[in-house]
Structures are given as C-alpha cells and as structure tokens.
Nanobody
Framework: QVQLVESGGGSVQAGGSLRLSCEVS??????MGWFRQAPGKEREGVAAIDNYGRAVYADSVKGRFTISRDNAKNTLYLQMNSLKPEDTAMYYC?????????????????WGQGTQVTVSS
C-alpha cells in the first residue's frame, strides 16, 4: 500500500507564503505532482516534477510556485509565494510512473488525502 501524506496547509493573507510537504512511503516514482481542487470545481494540475528535476507548472502559478523533491527524505515540496485568493483549494500530492513531468490526472494512481490552503483578501 502506497501512502502519501500532505502537510503545511493553512490560512494566510494574500501575498503571503506557504510550503506544502508530501511524505511518501515509497519514493521510487518517476513523476510527482501537486493538484488542487476548490469546492464545485474540477481537480486541476498545479505542478509536477520528474526524477531529473524537470518541472512543469500551470500557467496560473508560474513565477509564484516552485516544486521540488528530496529523494533522501522521500518528500515532495511545493513552495507557494505571492498567494492569491484564487489559490484557495484543497491541495493534493500524487505519484505517477510516467517518466516525464505531467499533470494529466489519469497518469497518477496514488493520491494523498489533501491539505487545505485558504488565502484571504
């Protein structure tokens, strides 16, 4: 059983920062990603990173968010800066066997429980 556990969510003012972490029980996956879902909306890709450090980002977060991974700690990170109210959502980490960075949800069979991020104006 693969387990992914997110942490680091919370409530911040617009313009603030948060760093999300995702601890993975087995960190042998080629691609790891962050997704988010707001109430009444579809889950969308935020960022993804492969084993070589290649990353992709949603246009809405480019220049503000940074995804990284520490294989020695079996941990995935998402540094979130200049947060906006529209970033408010439940954030999920996920793991994929795809060997390129991707945010296609169907490629991710393993998901965490999510951590809530709320950004107030």
């Amino acid at each position: 059983q693969v387990q992914l556990v997110e942490s680091g969510g919370g409530s911040v003012q617009a313009g603030g920062s948060l760093r999300l972490s995702c601890e993975v029980s087995v960190f042998t996956y080629n691609c790891m990603g962050w997704f988010r879902q707001a109430p009444g909306k579809e889950r969308e890709g935020v960022a993804a990173i492969d084993n070589y450090g290649r990353a992709v980002y949603a246009d809405s977060v480019k220049g503000r968010f940074t995804i990284s991974r520490d294989n020695a700690k079996n941990t995935l990170y998402l540094q979130m800066n200049s947060l906006k109210p529209e970033d408010t959502a439940m954030y999920y980490c996920a793991a994929s066997s795809v060997d390129v960075p991707t945010m296609y949800k169907a490629h991710f069979p393993y998901w965490g429980q999510g951590t809530q991020v709320t950004v107030s104006s």
